[in-house]
């Protein structure tokens, strides 16, 4: 997937860190956030292609942040 521009939506961090949402051009989302690379936790998931990974998402993020329409 080729982005080429972000859209800062919202932090709900308090120093300017992750998690951060942001939009594309295309209306889908970019989340910022921690990475999750415990074995056991991401051998959970399911169809998982080699270029793609997990982030924290807290729900206040999306709650907060994430577009309504």
Do not use: N
């Not at 942001?22 to 169809?47: N, S």
């Amino acid at each position: 997937m080729k982005i080429e521009k972000l859209t800062f939506l919202g932090s709900t961090s308090e120093d300017g860190d992750c998690p951060t949402l942001y939009e594309t051009e295309t209306g889908d989302l970019v989340i910022q956030g921690d990475l999750v690379t415990d074995p056991d936790v991401t051998g959970q998931a399911r169809h998982v292609k080699p270029h793609e990974g997990f982030v924290v998402v807290p729900r206040e993020l999306l709650v907060r942040f994430a577009p309504r329409s």
